[in-house]
């Protein structure tokens, strides 16, 4: 009788529980392992809670329109039940963002110089409450990512154009997520990060990519690319985020360069 051969069977995408997997001892001896056995083994030691702290999915339920937010693990289950995410909900610090799903690759942030906020000039040895010029511990204070879109969004002109989805500030404005009834967070409630919002993003990126990993077509976030900020240094430059190592820069030109947009929003009805 011929032995089944590994290469010759199946492939298959799930596991049921009444499968066994065959394991190997270092004499070569196998034996037969379930499931949960397995699962328990590879998980031994590793917090898988972790992955979650401080992360939600919102959604805005369709009955009622109420926004409603659920640990990630639960999200599965009631989108299948028809319901839309609008993003993924993280808290640090005494603050939230909602992180949206999909974001926009290769954008400018204006058609030609513009100043959006006032903006008194400084350095980084000049620290002050206010963002300044390249006084990067005041940008990375700055939360304000909701004002300064709102600026540069008021700053545009056929001069100089900020409002349209294809620059930074102008895709956040009009980006939307409805559910079948039409309520979410729908075109005005996004805004371009600050870098104080997009270092949340930062630092909660792989918790945030899993929650990701569960809304079906959502994007993850790349953590290998330049991610645009609406905290501006001056009329012609932008603060820059790399999310490969957290390289925070000044010297993102508005106009010549281009990033990538994710925008973000706050947990509203």
């Given amino acids: 009788m011929e032995k089944a051969k590994f290469n010759d069977q199946t492939t298959v995408s799930t596991v049921n529980s009444n499968q066994k997997f065959p394991i190997t001892d270092p004499s070569g001896n196998i034996t037969l392992v379930s499931l949960d056995v397995l699962k328990k083994a590879i998980a031994d030691g590793l917090n898988l809670q ?7 999915i919102m959604y805005h339920r369709t009955s009622d329109g109420y926004p409603l937010m659920v640990k990630p693990y639960k999200w599965p289950s009631i989108e299948a039940s028809g319901e839309v995410a609008d993003g993924v909900v993280v808290f640090e610090g005494g603050r939230h963002i909602v992180v949206a799903p999909t974001e926009a690759t290769a954008l400018p942030w204006s058609s030609a110089a513009v100043q959006g906020d006032n903006i008194n000039y400084g350095n980084d040895d000049n620290f002050a409450t206010e963002v300044t ?12 990512g909701r004002q300064h879109t709102d600026a540069a ?4 002109s056929s001069a100089h154009v900020t409002n349209t989805a294809s620059y930074a500030p102008g895709y956040c404005r009009a980006y939307s997520r409805a559910n079948s009834k039409g309520k979410g967070l729908t075109a005005g409630y996004w805004w371009l990060p600050s870098v104080g919002e997009s270092l949340m993003m ?8 899993y929650a990701l990993s569960l809304i079906k077509g959502a994007t993850q976030l790349d953590l290998g690319t330049w991610y645009w900020t609406s905290t ?3 009329s012609q430059y ?3 985020l790399y999310f490969s190592d957290g390289h925070l820069s000044l010297w993102l030109d508005k106009v010549q360069d281009k990033g990538h947009v994710r925008p973000v929003s706050a947990f509203l009805r």
């Avoid at 972790?50 to 939600?56: N, R, T, V």
């Fill in 232 to 234: 501006e240094g001056s």
């Fill in 133 to 144: 010029g390249n006084n990067r511990l005041a940008a990375m204070l700055d939360f304000n």
């Fill in 238 to 240: 932008a603060w820059g």
């Fill in 202 to 209: 930062y630092a909660n990126a792989l918790k945030i990519n």
């Fill in 153 to 156: 969004i008021k700053a545009s």
């Fill in 50 to 56: 972790a992955i979650e702290d401080g992360i939600f």
